[in-house]
């Protein structure tokens, strides 16, 4: 019988990203986004399902039958209001958490983000750790770490393996200084997130999802410890960028700053 995978948020960035590299014999994808989804190709071991993972009804269908849930979907990034965050990403989290409780799900691979702890000051005698205690740089940072505590009581108390996963910058290519040290490419996401569907018995764990950077910043301890085996370095790209203006200390870059209400 076929592994069943959640993807929530799955016509999103990463999540169309995820789409094509999460195939593999063996594994079925179940693609849940509030968005319109892009049509099945042919061949493509995957079924649409379409509604927000809000709904209650919608979500416990979705869990139904299926091994482990990667959780995309949400609001990705600064620019909302509290009461948004609130609802979607902490509550949603909890609704994830909670449908996957009832439905015996064993697993959820959770997008975190590096601005859960953006007011981390960046080290110069060595890398952030893993489980870099949260200091959030923003609401939407506040929404991270919020749901990372909330996968960790379901963790504690239900058994549930979480494996959340403190997204640095995902871009095709780096697109400024920052991202020398924060870049993760779309081959690295890709493995960083097989690796956390497929590490037997993880626990509750929180890694960072950083690429092969030679500027490295954060550990890439915990990600090895599951089998990620980052591939690409964003000092390939480093005598292209001429933004030298990121002169921030701590983890969240410009998002520490003064100007970010």
Same mark, same amino acid.
């Given at each position: 019988?076929?592994?069943?995978?959640?993807?929530?948020?799955?016509?999103?960035?990463?999540?169309?990203?995820?789409?094509?590299?999460?195939?593999?014999?063996?594994?079925?994808?179940?693609?849940?986004?509030?968005?319109?989804?892009?049509?099945?190709?042919?061949?493509?071991?995957?079924?649409?399902?379409?509604?927000?993972?809000?709904?209650?009804?919608?979500?416990?269908?979705?869990?139904?039958?299926?091994?482990?849930?990667?959780?995309?979907?949400?609001?990705?990034?600064?620019?909302?209001?509290?009461?948004?965050?609130?609802?979607?990403?902490?509550?949603?989290?909890?609704?994830?958490?909670?449908?996957?409780?009832?439905?015996?799900?064993?697993?959820?691979?959770?997008?975190?983000?590096?601005?859960?702890?953006?007011?981390?000051?960046?080290?110069?005698?060595?890398?952030?750790?893993?489980?870099?205690?949260?200091?959030?740089?923003?609401?939407?940072?506040?929404?991270?770490?919020?749901?990372?505590?909330?996968?960790?009581?379901?963790?504690?108390?239900?058994?549930?393996?979480?494996?959340?996963?403190?997204?640095?910058?995902?871009?095709?290519?780096?697109?400024?200084?920052?991202?020398?040290?924060?870049?993760?490419? +779309?081959? #690295?996401? @890709?493995?960083?997130?097989?690796?956390? %569907? *497929?590490?037997?018995?993880?626990?509750?764990?929180? &890694?960072? /999802?950083?690429?092969?950077?030679?500027?490295?910043?954060?550990?890439?301890?915990?990600?090895?410890?599951?089998?990620?085996? +980052?591939? #690409?370095? @964003?000092?390939?790209?480093?005598?292209? %960028? *001429?933004?030298?203006?990121?002169?921030?200390?701590? &983890?969240? /870059?410009?998002?520490?700053?003064?100007?970010?209400?």
């Amino acid at each position: 019988m076929d592994d069943v995978v959640l993807l929530t948020g799955a016509q999103g960035a990463i999540g169309s990203m995820l789409r094509r590299s999460l195939r593999r014999p063996g594994r079925h994808l179940r693609l849940l986004d509030v968005a319109p989804l892009s049509p099945l190709e042919p061949g493509e071991d995957a079924e649409l399902v379409s509604g927000s993972f809000l709904d209650s009804d919608v979500l416990s269908d979705a869990c139904r039958g299926a091994n482990a849930i990667v959780h995309m979907g949400g609001l990705s990034h600064e620019g909302y209001t509290w009461a948004e965050y609130l609802e979607v990403n902490i509550h949603g989290t909890y609704l994830l958490a909670e449908a996957a409780r009832e439905a015996g799900v064993e697993r959820i691979v959770y997008a975190s983000s590096n601005h859960a702890v953006g007011f981390a000051p960046l080290r110069d005698d060595g890398v952030v750790p893993d489980y870099e205690f949260p200091r959030p740089d923003t609401y939407y940072g506040v929404s991270k770490a919020a749901s990372e505590n909330v996968l960790s009581l379901y963790h504690d108390r239900y058994g549930l393996d979480v494996v959340c996963l403190r997204i640095g910058s995902y871009r095709e290519e780096p697109i400024d200084v920052r991202s020398l040290w924060s870049w993760l490419s +779309p081959g #690295d996401c @890709a493995r960083l997130v097989d690796a956390s %569907l *497929t590490t037997p018995r993880p626990g509750f764990r929180i &890694v960072w /999802g950083v690429s092969a950077n030679a500027r490295a910043a954060v550990s890439l301890e915990e990600g090895r410890a599951i089998g990620y085996e +980052p591939r #690409d370095n @964003a000092e390939d790209y480093a005598s292209i %960028l *001429t933004d030298t203006h990121d002169q921030w200390h701590d &983890v969240g /870059g410009r998002y520490t700053g003064p100007d970010v209400t």
